[in-house]
């Protein structure tokens, strides 16, 4: 199993990183997660070899780009049919909102919705795929990948949580990061700090973890050596082009 980044900025791109994406790829499957802005017009494969796409949460900086992709899909000379779109409920309501969509028209058409929810599981060609809810402000959804024997758990947005059982002896926690310092009192408790990500990873016996969704305004360097404190050991970091061997 492979995991390449495309975009890893927190809450808004920058101009060297566009926000939350990521290929998830196993055998002839090719999966990609999360459609921040800029992920789309930065795919490092062949838009049309895209097996499925999988939406952690609806905030904009993890789902805008699947309007980027359904009017390329769409309208072009030869549009795409049928990819399976794997989002909670909340997600596609607000798409289809926004679109005016309703289910006998194009938005349905290119995409086919596959509606999950906590404790879900679906079968994506070489890829096994199951969710969990995690903690944050909407509805959003934790993703274990698993291929050829290996697993892969992407976090999506976060804070503290129940949810941690789901990553117990992963190879590989792809986690949010969003805050740097100690949590204040009035913070938001629906992101991790690097402290809070290292020691869930540590706690759950991971093999490795990579921090994502960093906003441009904090200093990553302090992220990544906050989490390594409480992780024990060195922790990545996920910027464009990194190319993880799951």
């Known amino acids: ?9 927190g809450t808004f791109p920058s101009p060297t990183n566009p926000a939350s ?4 790829e196993n055998g002839s499957t090719r999966v990609w997660c999360d459609a921040g802005p800029g992920t789309f017009m930065n795919l490092p494969v062949d838009d049309r070899t895209i097996d499925a796409v999988f939406l952690s949460h609806r905030h904009p ?3 805008a780009d699947v309007f980027a992709a359904y009017h390329a899909w769409t309208f072009r000379p030869d549009p795409r049919t049928g990819v ?18 309703t289910p006998d028209d194009s ?14 599981s679906a079968s994506i060609g070489d890829l096994e795929l199951s969710v969990v809810e995690m903690n944050h402000s909407v509805p959003d959804l934790g993703s274990l990948w698993n291929g050829a024997g290996r697993t892969l758990f992407f976090t999506g947005d976060t804070g503290p949580g129940d949810w ?17 310092g100690e949590r204040e009192q009035d913070h938001f ?7 809070e990500a290292g020691k869930i990873a540590r706690d759950a016996g991971v093999g490795e973890l990579v921090l994502t969704h960093i906003p441009p305004y904090l200093d990553k360097s302090v992220v990544v050596a906050e989490a390594e404190a409480t ?16």
């Open 61 to 63: 900086d993890h789902c």
């Open 1 to 9: 199993m492979r995991l390449r980044v495309i975009g890893s900025s």
């Open 231 to 246: 992780f024990g050991k060195a922790v990545r970091l996920a910027v464009p082009g990194t190319d993880i061997k799951v």
């Open 21 to 24: 994406g990521y290929i998830i």
């Open 107 to 120: 938005f349905h058409s290119t995409f086919e919705v596959i509606e999950l929810e906590d404790g879900d």
């Open 164 to 180: 941690t059982g789901a990553v117990e002896g992963v190879d590989v926690l792809l986690c949010e990061t969003a805050l740097a």
């Open 84 to 101: 399976p779109l794997y989002a909670h409920a909340d997600v596609i309501g607000h798409l289809s909102a926004f679109l005016g969509s």
């Open 189 to 195: 408790t629906g992101h991790l700090n690097g402290a």
